[in-house]
């Protein structure tokens, strides 16, 4: 079955930096693509990022472009989201979705908590 | 930026009663592709969202057949047939037409 597990999130310091992970099984990762949502806490969904299944076209929110990079590792089945100059509006639970080109995002992964406080 | 509007945002419902949630975009979600990317998630609390609807109307696996949805170009809606203790949650429409993807405000189902 598909799963998408994210990990990486923490606690960090305005200004730090993070890099989150997602592995992925139960499915061919390099036919789909890939997305990075967040949601801070007590809100709703914010989109964050988008890569293509090639890793070719990428995406991402103004609220995190230039600060954030997206990547992903067909090989290792893992997709990737570094995060610099964090600001304390980053904290959320950063969620890991799957992509089918034909209908839309599909899986999600249970989240990870990036917390940016001093 | 495509702006994602739903109503209303609070559902209280009694069990086995219809629910029916809304969904505006401020502009047509038709792709040049000719589909609609517009999907409804469900999140339960302290749960992850869930995929319940697809390209307006298509139900994902494992969906239950009382969620239905309809609609087209910039008016959608969501209709649970009757509602069960196990729909309470936030429900959230999502257009993934144009970058960057956007999402609705979410609508509180509960119990009444």
């Known amino acids: 079955q598909v799963q998408l597990v994210e990990s990486g999130g923490g606690l960090v310091k305005p200004g730090g930096s993070l890099r989150l992970s997602c592995a992925a099984s139960?499915?061919?990762?390099?036919?789909?693509?890939m997305s990075w949502i967040r949601q801070a806490p007590g809100k709703g969904l914010e989109w964050v990022s988008y890569?293509?299944?090639?890793?070719?076209?990428?995406y991402y929110a103004d609220s995190v472009k230039g600060r954030f990079t997206i990547s992903r590792d067909n090989a290792k089945n893992s997709l990737y989201l570094q995060m610099n100059s964090l600001r304390a509006e980053d904290t959320a639970v950063y969620y890991c979705a799957r992509g089918v080109y034909s209908y839309g995002i599909d899986y999600w992964g249970q989240g990870t908590l990036v917390t940016v406080s001093s | 930026d495509i702006v994602m509007t739903q109503t209303p945002l609070s559902s209280p419902v009694t069990l086995g009663q219809p629910a029916s949630i809304s969904c505006r975009s401020s502009q047509s979600l038709v792709h040049s592709d000719g589909n609609t990317y517009l999907s409804w998630l469900q999140q339960r609390p302290g749960q992850p969202p869930r995929l319940l609807i697809y390209?307006?109307?298509n139900r994902f696996s494992g969906v239950p057949d009382r969620f239905s949805g309809s609609g087209a170009g910039t008016d959608f809606t969501l209709k649970i047939s009757r509602v069960e203790a196990e729909d309470v949650g936030v429900y959230y429409c999502?257009?993934?037409?144009?970058?960057?993807?956007?999402f609705g405000p979410g609508t509180k189902v509960d119990i009444k």
């Open positions: 390209k307006i109307s």
């Open positions: 999502m257009q993934a037409t144009q970058f960057p993807f956007t």
């Open positions: 139960g499915f061919t990762f390099s036919d789909y693509y």
């Open positions: 890569i293509s299944s090639s890793g070719s076209t990428i």
